[in-house]
């Protein structure tokens, strides 16, 4: 496992700097011209970034009828599907890279929906919060659910029904079979980490991560 060293303006060029710090980090591991299934893909905004600047292809899919809208609107072709029960409709190996974007911690199946995106691309970008940050360790010794940067929602209104830690995260990877190719963490203000395992996981706000089927 390998941490990701260049800033996206280094690897591919031009500087994504309309986009927040992970998706910046995930376009960055996308190869120009790649057909890109974008799951969990809300208003567009990556799709939009790679097909404008990367030359991309690809589909979106989000099950919020209102973001779908504006994401047809922005001009990305956008199906709305249940990640969690429909993944299926996509074909073997039918896109060249697979895009889970701060969404795994909000669906009910996470090992479920990682297995069909290695079905379905060779290659796969997955970003999460991540709930071991040393700020959430505190609140709950303080009596109080996490919240931060990451994760600005309250326990009564959020959409995170699935709590990871980088970790933990990493050993479903591995139970998977997935090899992990580069790791991209970072803390809340975007400063990039150059340590790994139980330093990373206290320390960083969030990951990026590029993984491929172990087949």
């Not at 400063?191 to 960083?204: C, D, E, F, V």
Request: with cysteine; net charge positive; proline share 5%.
């Amino acid at each position: 496992m390998n941490d990701f060293s260049a800033h996206p303006s280094a690897r591919n060029g031009r500087p994504a700097r309309d986009l927040r710090v992970d998706l910046g980090l995930v376009a960055a591991q996308i190869p120009a011209s790649s057909r890109v299934l974008d799951l969990g893909c809300g208003t567009g905004t990556l799709l939009s970034y790679l097909m404008a600047e990367r030359d991309c292809t690809g589909t979106g899919v989000e099950i919020d009828p209102q973001k779908v809208v504006r994401a047809i609107r922005r001009g990305v072709p956008v199906i709305e599907l249940d990640l969690d029960r429909q993944l299926d409709q996509f074909s073997d190996n039918s896109y060249d890279v697979c895009v889970l974007s701060r969404t795994l911690q909000t669906i009910q199946r996470p090992a479920h929906v990682l297995e069909h995106m290695g079905r379905i691309a060779n290659l796969m970008v997955v970003s999460v919060p991540n709930f071991g940050w040393w700020g959430h360790r505190l609140r709950l010794l303080g009596g109080h659910m996490p919240m931060s940067k990451e994760l600005p929602y309250s326990w009564y209104d959020t959409p995170n029904i699935r709590h990871t830690t980088l970790l933990d995260l990493e050993e479903l990877f591995d139970q998977l079979g997935f090899v992990v190719e580069r790791k991209y963490s970072y803390t809340l203000r975007g400063r990039r980490l150059h340590m790994q395992g139980h330093i990373s996981n206290l320390l960083a706000g969030a990951a990026v991560y590029v993984l491929r089927p172990g087949r």
